[in-house]
């Protein structure tokens, strides 16, 4: 583990406690940050209550305020640093800053012509190959997975110009038994700061004339510690590249394991100097889009306990050995866990040779559902079908056709999702579901049906 750091070579951490909130028409992010000690107010009163106000009046009982201190190391000032001419006094941070998505995620993003699907393709082509040997990407979703992700398009005043967007990836990584925090980001940020104490240990310039800016230090939230080291690189088309690697959790972790900074310095040098993370760096032609992430329909319904890398592992290996007699543009056997929801794994792939695709989600703790009666008014037409097998295992067939109004003058005019779903008394549910636009089909439900009661999923 990292030492504590003395004044001398800790670094004022601008980090920060980060707020998401998923809704259903965006994206809301905000953080707050605050510097020194932040005394909570004593809940606690001076003047004993007699026996008769504590009989009529006596106040709930109040547990102990919670330690919200932000703190980071103290920083000496006057100091040098190597690589710096001047050396500026650390100015102290506090307020608050806000940023509002305005759109779905996208890699067509008009606010950031530099960056594209087919350039977060290539940064994380690059990225994935230049990780030391031994040090391994942990079980996670997409999102933490070191994809580059796309970047949010954001609102701003009429007239002020769009803040910086960063494209970023991130991931948990293994290094031997020694499980720790990778982040990324890019952006086109353009100016090179000043030399500030506490900000940097040191400073170094390239041959090209790239500078780039090493930290190692430490910074606490209440009583948790966050260490981290982190290089930045300012390159001379404006590229500001950053690499941070920390012994904090992953968003939604589910891997345990003793956490410590697992990337050296010059490690994370060698990822900030890559050249296809600068952003005038040139897309090799045939670059694809990225692919899909997986389509979990259980988003707004939750799953169950976490799910874990061996789990996950067991129920890749079932679907590893289902012979659907198609071919796909990656194997079925890739399941990751949900975006924001640990208790669900899924994965989408295209069929090839046809217009359809098809996506698998799985969790557990779910109640068999009950066979509707065909009679009751209320039964309508969901699902359209639904049957016990032998075991308990409850299947149900549906079908969801759509189109588009109005209707496009050329091109589709809809098309039709098709799904089964499988829940076994253990409580362990499994949806698979194909889609297609017209004219094209979805896959047939027997089919999706033999993926969908695979031997080897029900295991959670």
């Known amino acids: 583990m990292l030492s504590r750091l003395g004044p001398r070579r800790a670094g004022l951490v601008a980090d920060a406690l980060t707020i998401v909130s998923i809704v259903a028409v965006g994206v809301c992010l905000a953080a707050v940050l605050e510097r020194g000690d932040v005394q909570q107010p004593d809940s606690r009163t001076d003047a004993a209550p007699t026996s008769e106000a504590t009989a009529i009046d006596a106040p709930e009982p109040t547990s102990e305020p919670v330690d919200t201190t932000f703190r980071s190391p103290e920083v000496e000032f006057p100091t040098t640093i190597p690589g710096c001419d001047d050396v500026e006094r650390p100015v102290p941070e506090s307020g608050t800053w806000g940023q509002i998505v305005t759109s779905a995620d996208s890699y067509d993003n008009p606010q950031y012509p530099w960056y594209s699907g087919p350039r977060s393709v290539m ?40 803040p910086p967007g960063v494209a970023s990836a991130s991931a948990e990584m293994w290094r031997g038994p020694t499980l720790g925090l990778l982040a990324v980001d890019v952006s086109a940020a353009g100016d090179v700061p000043p030399c500030v104490a506490g900000a940097l240990q040191e400073r170094t310039t390239a041959r090209d004339g790239t500078i780039v800016d090493a930290n190692e230090s430490w910074y606490e939230y209440g009583d948790d510690r966050t260490n981290f080291r982190s290089v930045v690189a300012y390159a001379p088309d404006g590229s500001q590249i950053r690499a941070t690697a920390s012994d904090s959790e992953g968003f ?40 899909q992430a997986c389509d979990n329909s259980f988003a707004f319904f939750g799953g169950g306990a976490q799910i874990d890398a061996a789990t996950a592992s067991e129920m890749n290996a079932a ?24 208790g669900v794994v899924c994965t989408h792939v295209d069929v090839l040779d046809t217009g359809a695709d098809l996506s698998i989600s799985i969790r557990g ?26 075991g308990g295992a409850v299947v149900q067939v549906d079908e969801s056709p ?23 008394p253990s409580g362990t549910q499994v949806q698979v579901r194909s889609h297609a636009e017209n004219p094209d089909e979805p896959l047939d439900a027997e089919i999706l049906r033999d993926i969908a009661t695979a031997e080897g999923l029900d295991v959670l």
């Open 319 to 342: 679907l590893e050995r289902v012979d659907t007699g198609l071919r796909f543009d990656h194997g079925l056997n890739s399941l990751m866990l949900a975006a924001f929801d640990p």
């Open 365 to 390: 703790g779910q109640e068999l559902p009950t066979v509707p009666d065909v009679y009751d008014p209320a039964y309508a037409s969901r699902p359209l079908s639904t049957e016990t097998l032998d």
């Open 402 to 424: 759509y189109s588009y109004s109005p209707a496009p003058q050329s091109g589709s005019t809809g098309g039709m999702y098709r799904s089964v779903t499988v829940t076994y």
């Open 252 to 291: 939604r972790s589910s891997n345990v394991g003793e956490r410590d900074v697992v990337l050296t310095i010059d490690e994370l040098k060698s990822i900030v100097s890559l050249p296809q993370l600068r952003i005038s760096a040139a897309i090799p032609s045939g670059t694809p889009e990225p692919a």
């Open 123 to 162: 940064m994380t082509e690059a990225l994935g190959d230049a990780l030391p040997d031994g040090v391994d990407v942990a079980f996670g979703s997409t999102r933490e997975s070191l994809v580059f992700q796309p970047i949010p398009q954001t609102s701003s005043e009429p007239g002020d110009p769009s």
